[in-house]
């Protein structure tokens, strides 16, 4: 019932937002006698707003033409290298890195918005490293046939991934997926696989939400399980190709977020306005590029959903010891050679300080040489990995980070390669986009 309102009112939003952007286009029209005129460009401007905020969005695209360093401009090549039901793989490299480029596996949160939502984040890293990151499918499009995706599987696509890439693979997790990046890590250390990765980046994670708990944390744990369950939870209508799959729609989590925070949601399109009244083009197409990204959203499986919020943000298994896959318990302790960069914001209203940091206290067979963490002054969960603070301030210790490790000698020979096993990996298929 609630996918199918809300199918009905985005069907009659689509067309108040076509109707409103035709009528922007007419009263800002150079050949309309008063377009440019106090009142005019006051009502062509809140028209415009209103469209922006209630056109249909689809899944964005990375469109990272070319990586421009010391003045030089590089061409980037942009690969699906697997292709999966649930999430792909790519791979982003330019002509400008060198053969030997540290190789950086990015792994996008799987929380509501696509991986384009990591855009900077990719365009950053992409300077020095070849980078893969996985693109996760919308659930709604994926067919009931293609069976169940939750926390179990979705360990196993980072492992398939890692050992794809090979020996010698970085790994990063930004906010939701330093949880199963973590458990990855452990279980391939465990395992000994020689693809396990030499560092582990995670930014903003929630390791352990017992440390500085946010909004977000509270709203999981006053709630039973069940709540959730019948609350939150609905059936894809006949309508998309997963049509009967149980999602967690993209529509509510988009809702919550925007909800946390509505007064400055508020204020940035007011904002928005301001600008386009005031002739401020490129102040507002920044406004409108933001939220293309925020308003993109997609579902997710009900069973990954539910065992997110029971597992990490109601019985917190990971630091306790308790989380298992596919029926074994996840032995953090087996971490002994993978160094681990912990980095967090200051003013995360998301993952509070102290939640990624947990990762530092859970890993005793690491040494501390291994192990660094960074508090981002000033900056908020998205400016973690977004922005100008990133890019200028904590993508810096990133890459020194990578290249330090990427450079000792981790005892871990190539040659092995040949051994590995892919239990889980589908052939590749190789697209040029």
């Not at 980072?158 to 970085?170: K, N």
């Amino acid at each position: 019932m609630l996918y199918k309102a809300y199918e009905i009112q985005r069907s009659l939003l689509n067309a108040c937002s076509a109707t409103a952007s035709m009528g922007a286009e007419l009263l800002n029209d150079s050949r309309f006698p008063l377009a440019g005129t106090g009142l005019t460009q006051m009502y062509a401007s809140a028209l415009d707003v209103f469209a922006h905020a209630t056109a249909p969005r689809g899944k964005p695209t990375f469109g990272i033409k070319a990586i421009h360093l010391d003045g030089q401009a590089h061409v980037v090549t942009e690969t699906t290298e697997i292709h999966r039901p649930f999430g792909d793989l790519k791979r982003f490299s330019h002509d400008g890195l060198p053969a030997d480029a540290p190789r950086l596996l990015i792994v996008a949160p799987m929380s509501g918005h696509y991986a384009t939502l990591l855009r900077g984040t990719l365009e950053r890293m992409l300077e020095h490293n070849v980078v893969y990151i996985t693109d996760w499918a919308d659930a709604k499009f994926v067919p009931l046939s293609e069976g169940r995706f939750d926390l179990d599987e979705y360990i196993d696509y980072i492992v398939d991934f890692l050992e794809f890439i090979g020996p010698g693979a970085h790994l990063m997790a930004v906010c939701q997926p330093s949880v199963p990046a973590f458990a990855a890590t452990a279980i391939m250390a465990r395992e000994n696989n020689p693809c396990r990765p030499v560092s582990l980046t995670m930014m903003g994670g929630p390791i352990d939400t017992r440390e500085s708990p946010t909004a977000v944390n509270d709203h999981a744990i006053t709630r039973p399980h069940v709540w959730f369950k019948h609350n939150v939870i609905t059936t894809v209508p006949a309508n998309y190709p997963g049509a009967g799959r149980r999602v967690y729609p993209g529509f509510v989590q988009l809702a919550s977020f925007m909800s946390m925070n509505l007064g400055s949601h508020m204020m940035s399109h007011y904002a928005l306005f301001n600008h386009l009244v005031q002739g401020d083009g490129e102040s507002a197409e920044g406004t409108k590029t933001f939220y293309e990204e925020y308003r993109s959203v997609c579902d997710m499986t009900a069973e990954f959903y539910l065992q997110t919020v029971d597992v990490v943000f109601q019985r917190h298994a990971l630091p306790k010891g308790e989380f298992a896959h596919r029926g074994q318990v996840v032995d953090l302790g087996a971490i002994h050679d993978t160094a681990i960069l912990c980095i967090e914001g200051e003013r995360d209203d998301i993952s509070g300080i102290g939640q990624t940091r947990a990762a530092l206290k859970v890993t005793p067979n690491l040494p501390d040489k291994l192990k660094q963490y960074h508090l981002a002054a000033e900056v908020g969960h998205y400016g973690i990995f977004n922005g100008s603070r990133w890019r200028n301030k904590i993508a810096p210790i990133v890459d020194e980070w990578i290249d330090r490790h990427d450079a000792r000698d981790s005892g871990r020979k190539l040659s092995v390669v040949a051994s590995v096993s892919y239990t889980h990996l589908t052939l590749p298929t190789k697209l040029e986009v």
